[in-house]
């Protein structure tokens, strides 16, 4: 498929955006294992030219016996860069296909975290009642927990938040709470998080 239509794939009619990047995409629909499904050609403009660049220093260290035995894998290569491809049983509007894509996989990577995070598997519960409320806390809590992990993103885990801000401690006197000097990791932590931390007294 890709050397029967890249080499019309680069045109404005297949030109959409996704973010900040320029992609054209094609659909064709074929056979594979005897169904019928959708096939998304994606060429994407910034990735060819780091793939172009990769295989003509590839090619330039072959000899020219190499390269004259090799023209064929040469041409598929070429013809190859920047392009990859997305498999739907249904049809999906050329400029949505990218978005249902990464949507799956942000769902699939969201129970990821709520397997190895948050420990969703197995579930020890006996009556149905019992399995819903504890589901319906653990996605209470895969939100959370999700909503924290972006804010950190880049700086820190949740994990080692957790861990950074469980050594924050406070003095409690009779009437006010002093919340003891921030360390330099919690306060980029508070401040990530838009939490603001009172350096005054707190009445009790």
């Known amino acids: 498929m890709i050397r029967q239509h890249a080499a019309k794939l680069e045109s404005m009619n297949n030109a959409c955006r996704y973010g900040k ?20 050609i994606i060429l994407d403009a910034q990735r060819k030219a780091k793939d172009l660049d990769k295989w003509i220093e590839t090619r330039g260290a072959k000899s020219e016996e190499e390269r004259r035995n090799d023209q064929e894998i040469d041409q598929f290569c070429f013809d190859d860069a920047g392009i990859f491809m997305l ?17 799956r996989q942000s769902v699939e990577q969201l129970f990821g975290f709520a397997k190895s995070d948050l420990d ?15 589901l319906f806390l653990q996605f209470l809590l895969l939100i959370v927990f999700t909503e924290i992990r972006q ?7 949740v994990e080692e938040a957790v861990m950074i801000l469980s050594t924050l401690k406070c003095k409690i006197y009779k009437k006010v709470a002093i919340i003891q000097e921030l360390t330099k990791n919690q306060k980029k932590i508070f401040e990530l998080g838009s939490v603001i931390v009172p350096n005054n007294p707190l009445g009790i």
């Open 120 to 134: 969703l598997l197995p579930i020890r519960c006996h009556s149905e009642a019992t399995i819903r409320g504890y």
């Open 151 to 157: 804010k950190l993103i880049n700086y820190f885990t």
């Open 87 to 103: 498999i739907s049983s249904k049809i999906i509007a050329t400029e949505d296909v990218l978005g249902a894509y990464y949507t």
């Open 21 to 40: 990047r320029t992609l054209f995409i094609e659909r064709h629909e074929t056979q594979l294992y005897d169904q019928p499904v959708q096939v998304y």
